[in-house]
């Protein structure tokens, strides 16, 4: 590969870090993270040695799902700053070489957005349109049965119109309706605003719910056996339906490559996050296969609570080649929707390390979640903390997504909450990830933070973990993958068990370079 192609393929293969801004730096005093504060912070990820940051949504927002429910696309919400903040963080991140990429939720907006609030008005509007809107049915019950990931039915009663609009997630989270050219070419529009401020790429949100059945044919159920808790947690009735209608349609694929038109003016990246249980691999192979749609897709299958075991990882990879053998994956550990993986496999430092170490081995995109470098836990979040209203909906029997996406830990000084803030932060500061603090774990060379960026160095080490073939396979609990790009030849040997076993100590892992 030419530098010039190397250039423009900075995504393949490389290590992603992923920011919550809510939970970085505040630099202001008001307990929340911002933009200003991830520039401050930029140093850090580039001497971890990313390829790239991805920043969940800042976008100006009334915050029921903490930015997930954009009200203006092109605007910066106040709680993270101003577009001269973004623009300089933009700046800084390319005097340091780090790509930035943005998370565009595109699939829905805020029920705030003007767009929607002139939806609503008629039925007879510019933008009547442009929201998914159905009649009820003559009971005066939703249209069908289509459930929300959120929690009871997606459907949600609007006494203006007298119609039901569709909600995939919070009721005040409507959906767009890509049906709709406008609402499509609308869509573009946004993402080539941003290109035209300096990013370098985008995360997708819920890639796979841009579009629905235009018949809103029921979904069938699914049997019991069946049901998996990939995309929504157990307790949640979601998972009784075969989403077949709901999201994840054909015609999905022509926004795709509409938008990968406009990305390729800029030499744009995305990466897409596929939300469904029963057919993601087919989705990524639709996605990612060729160059007219998404160059990557984030998948699931590391991120569930099933142990990752050196067999879990080959059979994981047999699937990926037997279902989407041209996809090109990135895969993770840990996000800010997850139960951090330290936590979820219950992880001693040495293991957390030994599947850093794996991770960088392995063929396709690498994504990395803020705290994940510090070997951070999962935080115990009391009720009456919690904000993430997934956590309040399903508590106690799902605690929500907050326990990951408590701030960062930058220093040991609790009068600073870790270095996070001045002030009380949104979400409190565990006394016991002090401890893992950045300043804490610097001067330590066997630290989990070193670690991290010795595994990340390898990786960049060698064209061979970037880009080259691979060979995975499993003798008991010990994890051997070969990789090779031309010359270039790396082999792993990890121990992925409390035991010793083949001539290797617990957690041991074993390079061969050359």
Avoid at 93 to 120: C, N, T, Y
Avoid at 445 to 461: C, E, G, K, Q, W
Wanted: proline fraction near 6%; charged fraction near 25%; glycine fraction near 6%.
């Amino acid at each position: 590969m030419t530098n010039l192609e190397q250039a423009k393929d900075w995504w393949k293969g490389g290590v992603i870090y992923q920011v919550y801004p809510r939970s970085y730096q505040d630099t202001t005093g008001d307990g929340t993270g911002d933009l200003a504060g991830i520039t401050r912070r930029l140093d850090h990820i580039a001497a971890l040695g990313a390829d790239a940051v991805w920043i969940s949504p800042f976008f100006r927002s009334p915050m029921k799902d903490f930015g997930y429910d954009v009200s203006d696309y092109r605007d910066i919400d106040p709680t993270f700053g101003t577009m001269a903040d973004f623009d300089a963080l933009i700046a800084r991140a390319h005097e340091l070489g780090l790509k930035i990429m943005i998370d565009l939720v595109l699939s829905h907006s805020s029920d705030q957005h003007p767009w929607f609030a002139e939806s609503r008005a008629s039925r007879d509007n510019p933008k009547a349109d442009w929201y998914v809107w159905a009649d009820p049915k003559p009971d005066g019950t939703p249209p069908n049965n289509w459930l929300s990931i959120f929690g009871g039915s997606a459907w949600q009663w609007d006494a203006r119109r007298e119609q039901y609009y569709l909600h995939n997630f919070l009721k005040e989270q409507p959906d767009l309706n890509f049906h709709n050219p406008e609402v499509q070419q609308a869509l573009l529009d946004v993402a080539a605003f941003w290109q035209a401020r300096g990013v370098d790429g985008f995360r997708l949100d819920t890639i796979n719910f841009y579009t629905h059945d235009a018949q809103l044919r029921d979904n069938p159920p699914l049997p019991p056996d069946q049901r998996k808790s990939d995309t929504a947690p157990a307790v949640n009735p979601y998972n009784h339906q075969s989403h077949r209608y709901d999201k994840s349609q054909p015609e999905n694929l022509i926004f795709l490559e509409k938008l990968r038109a406009v990305m390729d003016r800029k030499g744009t990246a995305a990466v897409g996050e596929i939300g469904d249980s029963e057919k993601a691999w087919e989705l990524l192979e639709e996605y990612t296969s060729g160059d007219k749609r998404m160059q990557m897709s984030y998948v699931f299958d590391f991120l569930s609570g099933e142990d990752l075991t050196a067999q879990r990882i080959v059979d994981v990879f047999a699937e990926k080649a037997a279902r989407a053998p041209d996809g090109w994956p990135c895969w993770a550990f840990s996000n800010h929707d997850v139960v951090r993986h330290a936590s979820r496999w219950g992880l001693t430092d040495d293991a957390v390390k030994a599947y850093a170490t794996v991770l960088m081995c392995l063929r396709g995109s690498v994504c990395i979640y803020q705290g994940e470098e510090l070997g951070l836990p999962e935080a115990d979040v009391a009720f009456e903390d919690l904000q993430d209203p997934y956590g309040i909906e399903f508590w106690p029997e799902f605690k929500g997504r907050d326990g990951c996406r408590t701030p960062m830990v930058w220093d040991d000084d609790s009068n600073t909450h870790g270095g996070f803030s001045t002030a009380k932060p949104w979400l409190p500061v565990p006394a016991e990830h002090l401890a893992r603090a950045v300043s804490v774990q610097q001067p330590d060379p066997d630290s989990v933070l070193n670690h991290y960026r010795a595994a990340i160095a390898l990786r960049h080490r060698h064209p061979a973990l970037r880009l080259g073939d691979q060979q995975i396979r499993a003798e008991g609990d010990i994890l051997i993958i070969e990789r090779q790009q031309g010359d270039d030849r790396v082999m792993l040997r990890a121990n992925l068990s409390d035991s010793a076993a083949a001539g290797l100590q617990p957690w041991q892992v074993v390079i061969h370079e050359g």
